[in-house]
């Protein structure tokens, strides 16, 4: 069939705000009574909180009863658009692939929900034999020596990482390493970690080609680097293949080596962590490893490092002494905690279900297919009037490509928000990039290897399709989304205090609104 | 590159087909897929295999096998668990399940404000809604559970006083002290304020002595870590003002019903775990932190994490939502960045927010006062018997408190292998994070325990204590 | 709520020197030569093509203009009914554009869009120093200065944004003053003559997803910052023009020149808007590190708006001993071409070629090309 322009509309149902639903009286729900003899027994159990810890007022929560709490939320979640039901390649470097649904209900079962992260090492032996399993399969992976599942996302394991880095220069009693360096397409949550630690942070940026260089690299590493933080393919889905150069110079002058491998999806058994020389390295289990992204999460940073870097790690570990799995506090030199108990149990469970039901093989045809589709776009989105793909002139991608409207924005006025507003309008998502936008009027997809050809088919007719009302109707494209959930959103009130609102009763008192 | 061995095409890879495999090869115009990594040197290539296990593709296999590694797991469905300390078990409404199973909520992530309003309005209602409960103007989209709004909340005040010191209470949570000293150092530097022995409650003559315009705030847990509630809220935060200094609270949002929350005390910064409002314990996985301020600039701009506003669109009484961002123009002395952001834990603070609709204000009260009930009954019936106090502390507690079982003559470690074998999961051992108590449990009782349930917990160690020996 | 008020001033005569071969239209004996040649005024032309971009604000905004060719013409044939103030003669000057600019300023105009050139340019500073919010339209030949939008019809688009108040942020820009005589020899010449606001160019509707964000001039003071904590006692700084230079001296409360080059020891000021023959002079024998900052859209750091940086002067600091200092603003406004050198001096421009470390704020640096 060939691909055509949904005639697509939106749930949109003008919910009110929760508050407006409350009626006085009304319940949701009722918890469970105290029995008459605990009562005589205790009283009213309040009067034991001295005078002035009563709250007395109560707050002001709504009082809506069960059957619209429902309704409400149901509604709004109608106007979200989960990955489930579109075909979401424009979230770049957010690998929307699926998140299957098997492993959502195992995720659901009691075995999961009903575990208190203290019980007894003998009551949680599976708990643990799937953490302790998805560790060895990570390291096989990734070629590093030790997992944890600790970090709640992405930008926590970065954090760990720039903390053992500091951990061991500290060991060593070198603590006039104040450097880190990393690289302009890696996340920003890099720079930011390192400075969390005090560090200085030195950003390398590419050259014509995207690439960082080698040159560029040399002038930032001395004897006072403590560490590199790098991505690698970067968000512009470039490989570089100087990587193995670049941490052995950073090691040649003391320094170690973190590698962000949020874009692991089209390198899964292709090239390794370890022989690109790293020393510590994680993955996001939300991206790479099918864990649902929740909105945002719940999510898991699942870091790696090399033999020598292990007694760093956040305790506890989750190791196998041949009979029995167990919890490992005895790491001398740990950084301590990075986040409570060992990890995001249920994300833990769906990287480990997906693994399994893959294999190496089928996740290397998971990571080739990822590319594949990822080409494919590449050579369709060429050829849309008005679209770039900056850098590595004729030469593939890996797993996404950061794309440029700055043509079409030259010709018609439009820029990449304004098509991110009219894809909405077929039930696309369409990511620009993090800022600052060094691809000017940037756009970045990934197709990861979900998404069947017809599909993909599908969002590039939708993309050359704004692009056409862009060059004979530009006002069209700029004023939309019109299929949406709401209409142009004006964001002058979100920098003004006088004017923004980040909760309800704020936007009460700031709009003198009676509530 | 083939598919599976079996000749079979994985579910999860549809282009796996090898006709449309072919096909895309030809539009792009290459003969293979090797061809595309051509920028990944030889040296660099993975030559053999990844040695994972045999993969089960059926997901009837998959199912079969995953449940029975999980089969090993005995669960707080079974057994009675008085297990707290951080994660709690409180009873889930089928609706927060339901809300946040729904796929559109599950599988959204960084969509516009259009195309993903309702998970914007969603979480927009959340911090709203949060906001009421402890009664402040700004609340943020949540990050990864206390240890982390802890640890951001003392470097906040530590950006808004430009103090490089903090004091932390001796008895907070000791994971938590753990990740704010890891997240402090080496910029910052940690000072432990002792409690007084007798009722647990800070020890302010201790934190007078070691307040001063240095300081950037004091941190302290209400309840504490270990139950008691800390009345002296308000002399505390009166400390710190005194000395230019915050007041920083760390707490835990089912009390807040019952207990006043931190901002009618002092408290300048609020932050605390939303796990108990609606997320199973999912063995330590349904934690979220939250981070509460006044509206006002200095601490919003603050916030490393995201605050969403609401806003008008084009069309009249339309509602709109988006990120709040003030614009810093002046830099001042030393100044520090502003932490970093990612993927934390939204789909949590959703959930919280369904919870808290549906329990409403009254909901909310009559959870803290069953909570404050239960846990009374079970500290005076523990009591009760020889050679145990419930609790350790004499101060009112909420939810949680220590049990001393020194004068039992046995260690915890004991005490909760036997309780194990009467289906109970015991309190967690304190002698090691807290070795000046000695053989000390810390116990959670919630509106979620019976009066069989305490009953049962106290004929065990009645038994325990008297029958053997 | 108050009505926006828009100004428009076109120098009719920008451009027309270009069409014929001529760089630059500023004198009366070009300009006659230009017209003998056939040259059309082309300044209506692109100014029409800026003002079409505002016609859906029309009955939103009051347009204030000047008359005939200078913006009265173009604005009525959009549809627009400007009020339209001062007089003119046939052939218009520097002077006329600087009269009706402060015409505007009088009239408190929102946003002053104007099509020109490099000259107009300079013309609008002078009379007016940076007291009003402006955008070019380009019209002119020579268009350095990076106060103009890149075509017409973005000036038009950027415009209405800010009218609408969806821009709202304004950040600096440079007014370079090309020497005129040498540029029609084909000898670029060039200095900083001043800085002008305009609207900033990237969207507003940045959602950031980390906090707050930065304006320019947060940026500059906590360049300032780093700059200042590792100032040695054992060398003599040389600081060359610009604004974000200049903040460096603000924050060490020094005089200093804000187009020129200026000297400090030990955090005093020794020297200020010194020549190079003056420089040469005072570095003599000295220890000296040369903090520069790229002047100009096109990203160079030596040879627009600082030849008092001459190839001596540069020799004797030493390629180790330069600082370049830039806001990311800067650099991201390069949009990837790297950071240019043309001092004059091939050779030396050869030796300066490479990467740098660029102080880009506290604590904070990048590693960027220069060629």
Redesign the interface.
Known sequence: MKPKIRNFHQAKWDEPIIFELSAKGERGILIPEVEKEIEEVVGDGVSVIPENMIRKKLPALPEIAQMKVLKHYLRLSQQCLGADLNVDLGQGTCTMKYSPKINEVLSRSCEVCELHPLQEESTVQGALQIMYSLGEFLKEISGMNQFTFQPGGGSSAIFAMVSIIHAYHDFKGESERDEIVTTIFSHPSDAAAAAVKGYKVITLYPDENGLVEVEALKKAVSNRTAGLLITNPEDTGIFNPSIAEFTEIVHDHGGLCGYDQANANGILGVTRSKEAGFDLCFFNLHKTFSAPHGCGGPAVGALGVTEELVNYLPVPLVDFDGKKYYLNYNLPKTIGKVRGFYGVFPAILKAYAWIMSLGGEGLKEAATIAVLNNNYILKKVKEIKGATAPYAKGRHRIEQVRYSWEQLTKETGVTTEDVTCRMADFGFHLWSSHHPWIVPQPFTIEPTESYSKDEIDEYITGLKKVVEEAYENPEKVKNAPYNSVIHKIDHSTLDDPEKWAITWRSYLKKYKIKG | MSPQKNGKVHPYIPNSVPEIKAKMLEEIGINSIDELYADIPENLRFKRELDLPEPLPSEYALKRHVEKILSKNRTCKDNTNFLGGGCWQHYVPAICDEINQRSEFLTAYAGEPYEDHGRFQALFEYQSLMAELVDMDVVNVPTYDWCQAASTSVRMAVRITKRNTILISDTVSPERLSAIKNYCRPVVTVQMVNHCPKTGMMDLDDLKSKMSSDVACIYFENPSYLGFIESQGQIISGIAHEKGALSVVGVDPTSLGVVVPPSNYGADIVCGDIQGLGMHVNYGGGLAGFIATRDEKEFVMEYPSRLFGITRTTVEGEYGFGDVAYERTSFAHREEGKEFVGTAAALWGITAGVYLALMGPEGMQELGKTIMQKSQYAMKKLSEIEGIKAPLFESPHFKEFVVDFNDTGKTIKDINTYLLDNNIFGGKDLSIEFPELGNCALYCVTEIHTKEDIDHLVQALTCLTQGEE | MKVKKLGLIINPIAGMGGRVGLKGTDGLDILEKAVRLGAKPWSQKRAKEAID?LVPLKGKIDVVTYPHEMGEDVVINCGFSPRVVGTISVLTTASDTKRAVQDMLDLDVDLLLFAGGDGTAKDIYTAVKDSLVVLGIPAGVKIHSAVYA??P??AG?LAALYLE??V??VVEAEVMDIDEENYRKGVLSSKLYGYLRIPFE??????????????E???Q??I??EIIENMSDAFVYIIGPGSTTGVIMEKLNLDYSLLGVDLVYRKRLIGKDLSESELLERIKGEKTTLIVTPIGGQGYVFGRGNQQLSPDVINHVGKDNITIIAT?HK??SL??R?LLVDTGDRALDQHLR????VI?G????????VV
């Open positions: 971009r890149c075509n019809v973005r688009e108040g969806k709202k942020k990237e969207r507003y509707t940045q959602r950031l997803k980390a906090g707050s964000p930065i304006t001039r947060y940026n003071e906590a300032a910052a990311k650099i991201h949009h990837g790297p490479g990467y740098y470390r880009t506290y604590r904070e640096s990048i590693v960027y090309k």
